[in-house]
């Protein structure tokens, strides 16, 4: 059972780049997420999906796109890198947005560096 | 406020508790979490608790949440050097969106 997988788990980019992270869940989950965690601050969430072909944003979208063609995968499209999206980048996915925290699985992570 | 509030750093020595504490911002949360990431790892849920509750145990963690003053907090007996990593915690607000702290990180020492 691999759970939730992330790809790249780091990268560097040059500003001006453009990439993608992957992410992808084989538990059957509805709901799928992206957030980033950045020093001193909590995890803030880029954008989130409640199904396939439906995607929409969170509390830091700008910057970043999302498509969930299928319900296994939502990558996150990095369209022209900036310094200020060095992060560390979390996939997240459960079975619907609204049960209980106990159904919340993260990835590993991606650490993300824009020089 | 708006941000869920944390102390960043802890450190206790193995063997003595450990309290992390946190302020959440929204009264009408329906549950609330503890996740616990180490070194170059994802979050892993360690708990959660109900708003309709105000204690929960679960072996060597305790989660007490008092929601008048929107105040959670996680207390860990008898801790251990395995237990040094960043302790976020999260509330589920009433529109589903998750909210997070920004980490306590805890150092145990020998």
């Known amino acids: 059972n691999a759970g939730v997988t992330q790809t790249p788990k780091f990268q560097v980019l040059k500003t001006g780049q453009s990439m993608t992270l992957q992410c992808a869940q084989d538990m059957n989950h509805e709901y799928m997420s992206w957030y980033r965690q950045d020093p001193g601050m909590g995890l803030r969430l880029i954008h989130y999906s409640v199904g396939a072909g439906i995607t929409d944003q969170g509390e830091v979208p700008n910057g970043y796109n999302v498509s969930r063609s299928t319900t296994e995968d939502f990558p996150l499209r990095l369209l022209s890198a900036a310094p200020s999206q060095t992060s560390v980048y979390f996939c997240?996915?459960?079975?619907?947005?609204?049960?209980?925290?106990?159904?919340?699985?993260f990835g590993e992570g991606s650490w993300l560096t824009v020089v | 406020g708006e941000d869920v509030e944390q102390s960043l750093f802890l450190s206790v020595r193995e063997g003595d508790s450990s309290v992390i504490n946190c302020t959440y911002t929204?009264?009408?949360?329906?549950?609330l979490y503890w996740y616990k990431q180490e070194p170059g790892a994802g979050l892993q849920l360690l708990t959660y608790?109900?708003?309709?509750?105000d204690m929960k145990q679960d072996q060597r963690l305790t989660v007490l949440l008092n929601k008048k003053d929107k105040h959670l907090s996680l207390r860990i007996a008898d801790t251990q050097t395995g237990d040094s990593a960043i302790y976020f915690c999260?509330?589920?607000?009433?529109?589903?969106?998750?909210?997070f702290g920004a980490g306590t990180r805890l150092t145990v020492k020998p």
């Open positions: 608790i109900f708003s309709n509750m």
């Open positions: 997240a996915s459960s079975l619907s947005r609204g049960l209980s925290g106990n159904t919340i699985y």
């Open positions: 999260a509330e589920k607000k009433e529109n589903n969106d998750m909210r």
């Open positions: 929204d009264s009408s949360s329906t549950y």
